[in-house]
Nanobody, 120 residues
Framework: QGQLEESGGGLVQAGGSLRLSCTTN????????IGWFREAPGKEREGVSC????????SYGDSVKGRFTTSADRAKSTVYLQMRSLKPEDTAVYYC?????????????WGQGTQVTVSS
């Protein structure tokens, strides 16, 4: 079993919503930033959101600002990604990562990914 487990992906129509969950252990939750990343076919993995679980500070990629919200639940060691107003271009495999930075290259742990498909 991996250190990060994603869930909540699926197929949704454009304009719809999905909520992804990333569950980890207490050590990773407390020690690292937890980010969401996505990788579309033929494209490089990109950052979607990031949360500092200690102080709650969040950051977002430009393409999702105003539509996606990340949050954290310490009691469940889980980080969420609420996605609204989904667009076909949001279709990708979504991964959560844990690292000291929010950059793709700065992650120490990765989940296995969950597919999100947005139909037009």
């Amino acid at each position: 079993q991996g250190q990060l487990e994603e869930s909540g992906g699926g197929l949704v129509q454009a304009g719809g919503s999905l909520r992804l969950s990333c569950t980890t252990n207490d050590f990773i939750y407390d020690y690292y930033n937890i980010g969401w990343f996505r990788e579309a076919p033929g494209k490089e993995r990109e950052g979607v959101s990031c949360i500092n679980t200690s102080n709650g500070f969040t950051s977002y990629g430009d393409s999702v600002k105003g539509r996606f919200t990340t949050s954290a639940d310490r009691a469940k060691s889980t980080v969420y990604l609420q996605m609204r107003s989904l667009k076909p271009e949001d279709t990708a495999v979504y991964y959560c990562g844990a690292g000291h930075s929010c950059d793709v290259t700065g992650q120490s742990y990765w989940g296995q990914g969950t597919q999100v498909t947005v139909s037009s």
